[in-house]
């Protein structure tokens, strides 16, 4: 069975503080995919990252970046210099690599990011 | 490209009432999915399918049912329904590769 923990329920940090999300998750499988999603105050889920677990190499995005590392089993976000449009709920996800991740996302319970001004 | 199509956008049932949720997607993937998500909670899997004519549950399927008759649609039906199915619905496709495009969801109240 698959599992993802994101044991932060609720971040709150001024503006412009840099931020880091965690996610921490189990599998048997030795590939897999791994996910970061955004859900705003609106509730559509807003893609952000697809990560292959063998490719460990930590990506940026603008303010946003990724480490990965299959060693401690962990998937963490960062936000650099938040700004106020970031407030939302963050989820990691995880899906199998093997049958093109047919079964599904398995999600975590997600992180509520408050960025006050 | 409109994506994955959810109707309606909210809807409030009376409890044992029973409706259906719509679902379709004009990407042609193979795989669909439906989740619902509880407050404060991540999404749970429903159901998914793999492809025309084949479904299978998901984490959490007591209470729905779902069929999947040609590649495009994937209804998701609700037939006595229970305060604990108030939730937000959401459907999913995805193509083998592992990209999911999510629906805009549906907000369903049971009183």
């Known amino acids: 069975a698959q599992k993802v923990t994101q044991a932060q329920t609720e971040i709150s940090v001024v503006e412009k503080e840099d931020v880091t999300l965690d996610c921490v998750y189990e599998t048997r499988d030795t590939t897999y995919y791994l996910f970061w999603y955004k859900q705003p105050p609106s509730g559509e889920l807003v893609f952000l990252i697809r990560?292959?677990?063998?490719?460990?190499q930590n990506e940026i995005s603008g303010r946003y970046s990724w480490n990965f590392q299959k060693s401690t089993s962990s998937f963490n976000f960062t936000i650099t210099a938040s700004q106020v449009v970031d407030s939302a709920v963050y989820f990691c996800a995880l899906s199998q690599y093997s049958g093109g991740g047919a079964d599904g996302l398995t999600f975590g319970k997600g992180t509520h990011l408050i960025i006050q001004p | 490209n409109a994506g994955v199509t959810q109707t309606p956008k909210f809807r409030i049932l009376k409890i044992g009432q029973s409706m259906t949720l719509q679902c379709a997607q004009d990407?042609?993937?193979?795989?669909m999915y439906w989740y619902r998500q509880d407050p404060g909670m991540g999404l749970k899997l429903i159901y998914y399918s793999v492809g025309a004519g084949i479904t299978d549950k998901g984490e959490v399927p007591n209470g729905y049912n779902v069929s999947r008759s040609t590649t495009e649609d994937f209804p998701l039906r609700l037939e006595l329904a229970a305060p604990s199915q108030t939730s937000v619905y959401f459907c999913?496709?995805?193509?083998?590769?592992?990209?999911?495009?999510f629906g805009s969801g549906t907000r369903l109240t049971v009183v």
């Open positions: 990560r292959n677990s063998f490719d460990e």
């Open positions: 999913a496709s995805s193509y083998s590769t592992g990209g999911y495009t």
């Open positions: 990407m042609n993937h193979n795989y």
